[in-house]
């Protein structure tokens, strides 16, 4: 690349250094400013590094502000993301990235700024938040270096905080069918959440249609989310459409929720066709399903830990990992295995005395 440098004076009198280059497209750039001749040089010299490094981005470039961008990238995705991942992308937008990054020119983010941001989020918010956080301002860092506004993404390398693993709760039998008791007449939400494992939003999506009572089968094919103040249906997490057996127990609770219903009728409603709420059992929360633990006497658990709870009576009861994976909606068998590996390292044991057993038998024989 050529270029020059040459020397102007300013209306009072001082004298100033600019540096001239054609970029890339072979158009005529310059940047004035310089104080002295040596970095007006160096700028140059930058340039040309840059250009044979194909990284070139022009200075003008970089002064462009992230709000602009960021509101112009959360929107692009409006129709692509499920609206419940949208509005949670939206929200930590609002409430986190554009207060602080909004108003800087993308050649003010460093990935230091950027490692002691996600720092701070992460002494005051979970790793869900921090790195959803983080990965907007990545986004928009990225679709700015596609446009050439940024050399490269100063987020890539940015260290999220680990994620700590959560305390789970298995509920023996005995205590779901305590907790089911407790529960009135929403026992039957316990029996198909603790033995069934539907994650709570696909169960609140659960139609009378879903209910095959001559196979005993449910089939599992949507799940009623919250985003924002409104309730969205969506496909099951993966878009994994699948038919889960019915106990006996589940199969009875049924037949008495969906007596006099429709087929398109939700199985648990409001009381007026609506969604049933989401329960907290922390905190002040003052639900349904917080007062059925403290009657049954169980300490504090989140609703999802009946899901657990229902792997963990299959896995106990001799179910083979792929039945499992199949009720719970994993991806893989190696999911499920990784997700309850300490509900299987329960049965080494009766693996090594079945072995005992077999190898006595061929000692003998």
Not at 5 to 23: I, K
Not at 62 to 74: A, I, M, P, S, Y
Not at 206 to 224: H, Y
Not at 263 to 274: A, E, I, N, P, Y
């Amino acid at each position: 690349m050529s270029g020059s440098v040459e020397q102007y004076t300013l209306a009072h009198g001082e004298t100033r250094w600019m540096a001239r280059w054609r970029d890339m497209d072979k158009k005529p750039r310059k940047q004035r400013g310089f104080r002295t001749k040596r970095a007006a040089e160096n700028f140059l010299a930058a340039i040309t590094v840059d250009m044979n490094k194909g990284e070139y981005v022009p200075p003008q470039a970089g002064k462009t502000l992230v709000r602009g961008l960021g509101e112009q990238w959360v929107t692009s995705h409006r129709n692509t993301w499920a609206e419940s991942h949208w509005r949670a992308v939206e929200s930590a937008w609002r409430l986190h990235v554009e207060p602080r990054w909004g108003g800087r020119r993308l050649n003010e983010i460093k990935p230091s700024g950027v490692q002691a941001w996600s720092d701070e989020l992460a002494a005051s918010y979970s790793h869900t938040t921090v790195g959803r956080c983080v990965g907007i301002l990545s986004g928009i860092c990225a679709t700015a270096v596609g446009d050439g506004l940024m050399a490269r993404n100063p987020c890539e390398r940015v260290r999220l905080p680990k994620k700590q693993p959560s305390d789970r709760h298995y509920l023996t039998p005995e205590q779901l069918l305590a907790l089911a008791a407790a529960s009135g007449t929403r026992a039957p939400i316990i029996l198909v959440l603790g033995l069934c494992g539907l994650r709570y939003g696909e169960l609140r999506a659960l139609r009378v249609q879903d209910v095959d009572f001559d196979r005993n089968r449910i089939t599992v094919a949507r799940s009623a989310t919250k985003a924002g103040t409104v309730t969205v249906e969506k496909s099951t997490k993966g878009n994994r459409v699948r038919t889960v057996a019915m106990p006996t127990l589940v199969c009875d609770a049924l037949r008495r929720q969906t007596e006099g219903k429709h087929d398109d009728d939700l199985v648990f409603d409001d009381g007026h066709g609506g969604y049933i709420a989401y329960q907290c059992a922390s905190g002040s929360g003052r639900g349904w399903f917080k007062r059925a633990l403290q009657q049954a006497g169980l300490e504090p658990m989140s609703v999802h830990d009946l899901r657990h709870t229902a792997a963990s009576i299959a896995i106990h009861s001799g179910a083979h990992v792929k039945a499992v994976q199949r009720m719970l909606g994993h991806k893989s068998a190696a999911m499920t295995l990784d997700t309850y590996a300490d509900l299987f390292d329960n049965d080494l044991d009766e693996v090594a005395l079945n072995i005992d057993a077999t190898m006595c038998k061929a000692q003998q024989d």
